[in-house]
């Protein structure tokens, strides 16, 4: 059936009062399993092609101007393709692969020409610009996972613990491109890959980043202090963005005994940075009705979980102990919270 049969089909129905609204949209697309297969067709296509050409100019990668120059025109024929495939899954998954290849090019070529710190900040500036000029969704995820990764290395060329001053800064980033998206309903669509790339590097990172570094009794640098303080200040920020204005005294009282809770559970939770990241990403996923963003965030709480309950730095009977806090915190709170609400009501 033709457009122009089907709208006048669609007219008469309407007439009829059957149906209301506009026609839905013709779902005439490619089965997602054949797209998923010329995906990944495309991918082991453009990863034989490079290392083939790898191979064939071995002398020509140890140079750092040669790879540079490579490296970029392998990123702009990525985006001429991406242009070209408009919805195509083999051009567009191929062009995709091709940036990837284009973007590890410029940051070996930076690593040889102006050393790791620089590298790694040009590598960022790079992939925010491919990020910028990018059209599908997928690579701008790419493009953004690149960026938390050269941020990542960058703030650990800092020091060697960088590590632990990176996963507050991935977390607070990609919190804050979440509202920004709720405030910007124009522009979640080029900020959303970007902030799930965020909050997925920082959920990796609180999982297997070193983690057992945040348990350590011995003093610290008071700059690993703060990355403590402005990871454990993840849930109070979320838990107070959250709270609706209110006039009333009584809600007021709500505001505050909730505040209070998420600061004191902020505070036993300072040496197990994963689970403020986790609730702070599932309550921003409640807040902007994201049903991913709260698996993922409640997701990541459990595996940390299991990832601090088998941390050897840390004695068992400490951990059982920080746990056992945390569960009586939480329903003292609960009880606290139901007496005050019940005496309002």
Known sequence: ????????????????????????????????????????????????????????????????????????????????????????????????????????????????????????????????????????????????????????????????????????????????????????????????????????????LAWFGNAGEFMRDALDPAWRVGAQLATAALLPATVAALLPPGDASASRRHDVLLLLGAFALALLWLRAPGIAVGLALAFAGFATSRVALLVVGLGGVGVYLLRYYYQLDVPLLQKAQWLALSGAALLLARFVYLRVVGRSA
């Open 1 to 204: 059936m033709n457009p122009q049969t089907s709208n006048a089909l669609w007219s008469q129905l309407r007439d009829a009062g059957l149906v209301t609204g506009e026609m839905p949209a013709s779902s005439s697309g490619t089965p997602w399993y054949l797209a998923a297969l010329v995906g990944v067709s495309a991918w082991i296509a453009a990863l034989l092609l490079f290392g083939f050409f790898a191979a064939l100019f071995d002398d020509l990668w140890r140079h750092g101007g040669t790879a540079l120059v490579i490296g970029a025109l392998c990123c702009a024929g990525a985006l001429a393709l991406l242009r070209v495939a408009r919805g195509g899954e083999f051009l567009g998954q191929g062009a995709i692969a091709l940036s990837l290849a284009g973007q590890i090019l410029i940051g070996m070529a930076l690593h040889d020409l102006v050393g790791d710190s620089l590298a790694w900040f040009g590598l960022g500036a790079v992939a925010l610009l491919l990020y910028a000029l990018g059209a599908t969704p997928m690579h701008r995820f790419l493009c953004g996972a690149v960026f938390a990764a050269s941020l990542v290395g960058f703030c650990t060329e800092i020091d060697d613990r960088g590590l632990a001053l990176s996963l507050p800064v991935l977390a607070w980033a990609a919190l804050v491109l979440w509202w920004w998206n709720e405030r910007r309903d124009s522009s979640s669509a080029r900020l959303s890959p970007m902030a799930w790339a965020l909050s997925l590097a920082a959920l990796l």
